[in-house]
């Protein structure tokens, strides 16, 4: 069965720091990424999606993230990150050929931004 | 230009009473999507639509959930019979082109939040 796996459920970080957050995922077949956000009392925002082609995504907000495929890896990266970036950020997965298009979703991550 | 709209934002019903919630998705989006957010489970895929047919419906976590679009466009999902397992925010997406290519981007409302008493 397909999963996405998000290391960790809280970083806090100081602001201007930059920021990593994990994402790996478990799949049989080709997958597109993506990464969502969401901020208090909101639905969810799309930062960037993978596709195909290069392997380095960037994304809204100054956000890129990377797939590695030998790593089943889509970690999300941030060089400094804001106040405003304060939120929970969320990975996700579909699946190429599959019926529906639905998202796979992990935990989530909860970013802190401290001033 | 108008996003995805739910109603109502929140809903707090007593356990064993029906409840209704809707979707508007973004004009000329195709597929639509229904998902469950909630503490212990994270967020759930419920049920996809491609126009007014929804071809898979295992997604639903039990037989009192029950979805239908009309026209192509609004979507209700009704909870027969609430029960407290039911709290969650309610979640629901739409995009552009057939769904079944997963790469399209799925736009999200704000939520109904559902709390069974």
């Known amino acids: 069965a397909q999963s996405v796996t998000q290391l960790d459920s809280q970083v806090p970080v100081f602001e201007e720091a930059p920021v990593e957050l994990r994402c790996n995922y478990s799949?049989?077949?080709?997958?597109?990424l993506f990464w969502y956000v969401q901020y208090p009392n909101q639905g969810l925002q799309l930062l960037l999606k993978?596709?195909?082609?290069?392997?380095l995504v960037k994304g809204i907000n100054g956000f890129e993230a990377e797939f590695n495929k030998s790593q089943t890896s889509f970690h999300l990266r941030k060089p400094s990150v804001h106040i405003s970036d304060t939120a929970e950020y969320f990975c996700?997965?579909?699946?190429?050929?599959?019926?529906?298009?639905?998202?796979?979703f992990g935990k989530g991550t909860k970013l802190s931004v401290k001033p | 230009g108008a996003g995805v709209s739910q109603s109502p934002s929140n809903k707090v019903t007593e356990k064993g009473k029906d409840v209704e919630l809707r979707c508007d998705p973004i004009s000329g989006h195709t597929a639509l999507y229904w998902y469950r957010q909630s503490l212990g489970q994270g967020l759930e895929f419920l049920i996809y639509f491609q126009g007014n047919s929804a071809p898979d419906k295992s997604g639903l976590p039990s037989d009192r959930f029950s979805a239908e679009r009309t026209g192509g466009s609004v979507s209700t999902l009704t909870i027969q019979r609430t029960q407290q397992e039911d709290s969650a925010v309610y979640l629901c997406?739409?995009?552009f082109g057939r769904g079944s290519f997963g790469g399209n981007e799925q736009f999200f409302g704000p939520g109904t939040r559902l709390t069974v008493l």
């Open positions: 997406a739409s995009s």
């Open positions: 996700a997965v579909s699946f190429y050929g599959g019926s529906q298009g639905n998202l796979i």
């Open positions: 993978y596709l195909s082609g290069s392997t």
């Open positions: 799949s049989s077949v080709s997958v597109y």
